[in-house]
């Protein structure tokens, strides 16, 4: 059973802090991803990692940068947290190869900047 | 690039009434279609793909190149189906592109 898990499920941060998310996945997956879902704006990719070390623009990096110095852990990064950040954010991960496969999400971090 | 519009926020049918959530995309080459569910309180998950032609959870999608759209269909709504559900798309590689998301309530 696939598994991916987000360190935390409620965050409250102030503006300017830095604040760490981590995603963690045991299925060996060599892809990982980063989304934030904003209702009326659905899922949007800030990043994603094909492999440790890489890493790949998504729709709205800005403000984010990532981190993924081993397989299984993938983090995302707010340098300097600003109100328009706050997002649930989704982690999900999937094999490589092939056309296309499936992605599996982790539960969500509500983060919340004040 | 690719884009993926669903035109409803919100659907809201009766209990054993049919559902058609609509999903319409824009893509040049041979796009693979996608629907992702959350349920309430539960992780997103894969629903259905096009390429596989299934039947999960009695919901059925159908692509349709010269419309180019992939709506969802269920003859009989169900109240446990209930739930968020995205149409995503892959121009190829492992990247989705997710819709904005339709909120489907099944009432009694």
């Known amino acids: 059973d696939v598994k991916v898990t987000q360190s935390s499920r409620y965050l409250v941060k102030r503006t300017g802090e830095k604040v760490f998310l981590e995603c963690v996945q045991d299925m060996d997956h060599e892809n990982m991803f980063w989304y934030r879902q904003d209702p009326g704006l659905g899922l949007r990719l800030i990043y994603f990692?094909?492999?440790?070390?890489?890493?790949e623009k998504g729709d709205i990096p800005e403000g984010y940068s990532v981190s993924r110095e081993k397989k299984e852990r993938f983090s995302l990064i707010l340098e300097s947290a600003s109100t328009n950040q706050t997002s649930m954010y989704l982690c999900?991960?999937?094999?490589?190869?092939?056309?296309?496969?499936?992605?599996?999400f982790g539960p969500g971090t509500r983060l919340t900047v004040l | 690039a690719q884009r993926v519009t669903q035109p409803e926020k919100l659907l809201s049918v009766f209990k054993g009434a049919p559902v058609e959530l609509k999903c319409n995309y824009s893509y040049s080459g041979s796009p693979e279609l996608f629907w992702y569910v959350q349920y309430s309180r539960q992780r997103l998950q894969l629903l259905l793909r096009?390429?596989s032609r299934e039947s999960i959870k009695g919901f059925t999608a159908d692509l349709n190149k010269g419309e180019t759209s992939f709506h969802l269909k269920k003859p009989f709504a169900q109240e446990e189906d209930s739930a968020m559900y995205y149409c995503?798309?892959?121009?190829?590689?492992?990247?989705?592109?997710f819709g904005t998301g339709t909120q489907l309530k099944v009432e009694l």
């Open positions: 999900a991960s999937s094999f490589a190869g092939g056309t296309y496969n499936e992605q599996f």
């Open positions: 995503a798309t892959t121009g190829g590689g492992n990247k989705l592109t």
């Open positions: 990692s094909y492999d440790v070390k890489m890493k």
């Open positions: 096009h390429i």
